[in-house]
Each structure stands twice: as C-alpha cells, then as structure tokens.
C-alpha cells in the first residue's frame, strides 16, 4: 500500500470544538452524481453552520452572499438537495440528513 506523507506537519488537521464533518459515502456510494457542483456547495454551508443535528437557519440572501449565488440559483440548489434525500427544508430551516445505507 502507498504510504501517503504528511506534507505540512506545521498545519496538520485538528478536530476543533465546533467540528462539522463530510462524510465520505458521498464519494464512495455516488452521492455528488445526484445534483449540481452549486448544490453541494449549498450542502458544504449547511454542514458547516448545521448544529449538533444538522439544523440551521440561514436565509437565502446570506447563503446567497457566502456563495456568490442568486436567490434563485440557492432556491434550484436547495431543490436539488431536496430531491437527493441530502436535506429537509421548511423555511425558514433547514436539516442536513443522514446519509441512507448502502444497499
């Protein structure tokens, strides 16, 4: 197996307090075929600001400025989500979900 090297030791990761992780199912059960790049990072956000739950409450506009997108586009990314089975939203709030199991 390929050992992989640590290539900055002086910035190595730490899990902070306020820890949000990406689950790596979403590489390896195919989970980014399932909507657009603007959508997951509307995902990236949410995960980031979720609580210990996934839950947030972020507006359009604010999401809109962290990303550089319209209204419009984050009201298309966040239907997408909705359509992959990633979030739940009933505004103004929304909850990152659990991924499903694998088959």
Avoid at 33 to 45: C, D, N, Q
Avoid at 82 to 87: K, Q, R
């Amino acid at each position: 197996m390929l050992q992989k090297p640590i290539l900055r030791a002086d910035r190595l990761r730490r899990v902070p307090v306020g820890f949000s992780w990406v689950d790596h199912r979403l590489v390896r059960q195919g989970y980014f075929l399932r909507a657009e790049a603007r959508a997951w990072a509307l995902y990236l956000v949410l995960v980031t600001v979720g609580d210990e739950y996934g839950r947030s409450y972020y507006g359009d506009q604010r999401l809109g400025r962290l990303l550089s997108l319209s209204v419009e586009e984050i009201d298309v990314a966040r239907r997408q989500l909705e359509l992959a089975g990633m979030i739940a939203y009933e505004e103004p709030f929304y909850q990152v979900l659990s991924l499903e199991e694998a088959p």
